[in-house]
């Protein structure tokens, strides 16, 4: 089992690392280890905000613009400010139900630096006063939920969870739980279905936002693993260290799984909006290079639910919303590089292969669309196509999606827009995001489409490849 | 073999002490009864609605939606080949054509001496490691046609027998929750406001 590549340059001082710091510390997921390494000394956060008002931590987040990291950037301390006042129970759910394609942090963040985790769980649950915290890994990641499980056992014992932690009023209990394989669980409102022993199925957001009615439908506070685990050293080194990396809209940093077809693919922790695209891809303190001597085709700056960027974007800085504004989403940290060898119909099949076999079904136009989206690929990639396969599969991605209305980026690269974010007819983005690849591939490479279409392109057929529908 | 054992009927009690509702367990127990079995038998199922207080529909309703429970006897290990866009890139899909070349099986099915079950499955988040291949949920990157040969042979002959449990097994390490560390678990209904919240939200003082 070869080692994940992650930026582990200590000499490279300019940009400090918030949540992988421990990443290289091989007793990093221990409490000694957590308690030794880093800038300051494990669950000192927690020692400090026990001192401070729930009300006064909720601030300090807010202030810092803690961006969630779970794909919708929705800042965390104005998110925790949404449960009711007077209601009772509250509860804290940790989404580390990791699987958008591409993506590849939480389960790091998860599997060397547990306790930063479980101290920024306790740190929310301090927050907003929460009765339990549920710590909900994902089914297929067995290493993480050893990890998490040995460090839950050691804060319990250290006093750091439970009754009367660290001889203070506060009293929590953090359970660890996993699911059993389904996309769909990651998003939050089916993960709470999950959670309360159902089939994930998303529930339609109003009336159903976790934050008013979550869990048993109380108030519930559901962040990313990438998100809390920022809270120990943003209330170590306070707010203005915090702002002081990244952007002014997005301060911080991110965790990138580079991946695709680059040199030197890796999981890197570059601060928000200061890197561009080409400096990830080049550089070689991260990428190296695109692979092989070709040339970049497209990339996906946001994981598989994102829309497809082209050469022309490379210049763009690493930032949610210079990237929204250009019609795509920096999403959940997942950028794809894809070369001049790459296939675009073939890449595209796999994608929307990926939202149809994860539709949960509860919805028609995603149930039945991204499944016939996926036949008219598989048969254009087959050498099966017709020539009305095209505006058939533009108009069931419509009925999922319906679009495309004008972005000023795409009017002036004269291309029409993606609808982006995407308008759904469904209760979740899901269905909506099989729509992505679509459009990107078709209004760029329509030829190779055609191409198929009208058999002058050699025709691939891999049993892989194959549609299991 | 199909009833949960007394040791796992304990931890199986316990487990469900750890939730404020019995059926926010579903979950867990079936992945207990999975690790039992080596699948998720019907009366396990049966089982489980009892403890929970469910019916054995409502159980398999909710089970029958998660892909790693397995409602029939499966491989000693399954070898799942993620064939998701960053693996596709690297070779995944022709990883997977191998696969089922050397093991003589389509994707989806289980060889005749039941060694290994063979599945195509989506991203499992090792994209910068394409493309990755996981054994009973442990990882292997960065797999090679004769690599994969090599993993076969080594599950064959019990050298990686120490690291990778039979299927079902997941974590070795287990969250130790017991009675008197559980500070306050209660169904929400009993649930007030805790005592160390100051009143309205408001900046009232700290925990202390
Ligand atoms: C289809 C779908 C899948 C999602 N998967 C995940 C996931 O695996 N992990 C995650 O943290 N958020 C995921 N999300 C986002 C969650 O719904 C939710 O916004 C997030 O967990 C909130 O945490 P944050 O505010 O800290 O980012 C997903 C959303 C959708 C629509
Ligand atoms: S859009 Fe698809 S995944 Fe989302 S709720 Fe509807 S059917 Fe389920
Ligand atoms: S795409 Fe294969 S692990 Fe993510």
């Known amino acids: 089992m070869s080692d994940t590549a992650v930026d582990t340059d200590e000499a490279d001082q300019d940009v400090p690392k918030v949540v992988s710091s421990r990443f290289d510390v091989a007793d990093g997921h221990t409490l000694d280890g957590y308690t030794r390494s880093g800038s300051f000394e494990g669950y000192a956060a927690l020692r400090r905000v026990l001192t401070m008002t729930p009300g006064a ?48 942090k939480d389960r790091l963040l998860m599997e060397r630096d547990p306790h930063q985790l479980i101290e920024g769980s306790l740190i929310a649950a301090y927050a907003i006063g929460a009765a339990q915290v549920f710590l909900y890994v994902r089914g297929e990641m067995p290493h993480a939920q050893e990890r998490i499980a040995a460090a839950l056992n050691e804060a319990y014992e250290a006093n750091l969870i439970g009754k009367n932690i660290l001889g203070t009023d506060f009293s929590v209990d953090v ?20 959670l309360e022993g159902n089939r994930g199925m998303p529930r339609l957001k109003p009336p159903f936002f976790p934050a008013a009615k979550g869990l048993y439908m109380m108030p519930t506070i559901v962040n990313n693993v990438e998100t809390l685990s920022n809270l120990p050293w943003l209330l170590n080194h306070g707010v203005a260290e915090y ?3 990244g952007t002014e809209a997005s301060p911080g940093t991110r965790l990138i799984a580079l991946s695709g077809d680059v040199e030197r693919p890796g999981v890197y922790e570059v601060p928000q909006g200061t890197t561009t695209f080409r400096e990830l891809f080049e550089s070689e303190r991260y990428g190296g290079g695109i692979r092989g001597g070709h040339e970049l085709k497209m990339f996906i700056p946001g994981g598989a ?29 997942a950028v794809v590089v894809m070369d001049d060898t790459t296939d675009a119909v073939r890449a595209c099949l796999r994608l929307v292969r990926f939202f149809a076999r994860e539709s949960c079904g509860k919805c028609t136009p995603c149930r039945e669309g991204t499944v016939w989206e996926e036949k008219i690929l598989q048969r254009i990639l087959d050498g099966q196509g017709r020539p009305s396969d095209l505006d058939l599969l533009l108009d069931v991605a419509d009925n999922i999606s319906p679009g495309p209305y004008p972005l000023a980026a795409y009017a002036e690269a004269d291309l029409e827009a993606i609808p982006f974010p995407p308008r759904q007819t469904t209760i979740c983005p899901l269905g909506p995001s099989s729509v992505a690849p679509i459009t990107s591939a078709i209004r760029r490479f329509r030829h190779e489409f055609e191409d198929k279409i009208n058999r002058k392109d050699s025709i691939p057929v891999t049993s892989a490849g194959m549609s299991n529908v | 073999m199909a009833r949960l054992t007394p040791d796992n009927l304990l931890l199986a009690r316990k487990i469900i002490a750890r939730f404020p509702k019995p059926r926010s367990a579903t979950i867990m127990l079936c992945h207990l009864a999975q690790e039992q079995d080596g699948y998720l038998s019907e009366e396990a199922m049966a089982q489980i609605a ?28 399954c070898v799942n080949v993620c064939t998701n866009i960053s693996c596709q890139l690297l070779g995944g899909e022709e990883l997977l054509e191998h696969a089922e070349e050397v093991m003589g099986i389509r994707s989806g099915s289980t060889t005749e001496d ?24 442990r990882y292997f990157n960065k797999v090679s046609p004769e690599g994969f040969d090599e993993l076969l042979e080594d599950l064959r002959s019990g050298e990686l027998s120490r690291t990778i449990p039979p299927h079902g097994t997941l ?15 209660t169904p929400p209904s009993q649930q007030v406001e805790p005592v160390w919240f100051p009143d309205g939200d408001s900046d009232e003082g700290p925990a202390k």
Not at chain 1, 82 to 93: A, D
Request: hydrophobic share 40%; with cysteine.
């Open chain 1, 57 to 104: 931590v909720s601030e300090l987040v807010k202030d810092a613009t803690l961006l969630g990291r779970g794909g919708a950037a929705f800042p965390a301390g104005v998110k925790w400010g949404f449960c009711p006042p007077g209601v009772w129970p509250r509860y804290v759910v940790v989404n580390g139900d990791e699987s958008e394609p591409g993506t590849y």
């Open chain 1, 175 to 194: 359970v660890l739980t996993w699911g059993a394989g389904a996309y769909i669980v990651g998003e939050e409102t089916a993960l709470i279905e999950s």
């Open chain 1, 243 to 245: 702002r002081s990396i």
């Open chain 1, 305 to 333: 639910s994102a829309p497809w960027f082209f050469p022309e974007q490379v210049d763009l800085p690493l930032e949610g919303r210079v990237v929204g504004g250009e019609g795509s989403m920096l999403g959940s940290g």
């Open chain 2, 50 to 77: 009892e403890l929970i207080g469910a019916t054995p529909a409502e159980v398999l309703g909710t089970a029958s939606f998660y892909e790693m429970f397995k409602m029939h006897p499966v491989g000693k290990y």
């Open chain 2, 114 to 137: 039941g060694m290994f079950t063979l599945e195509d499955v989506e991203c499992v988040a090792a994209c910068t490691e394409a493309p990755a291949v996981q054994v009973n949920y």
């Open chain 2, 171 to 185: 974590g070795y390490v287990r969250q130790d929750l017991d009675g008197d560390r559980i500070a306050n678990i």
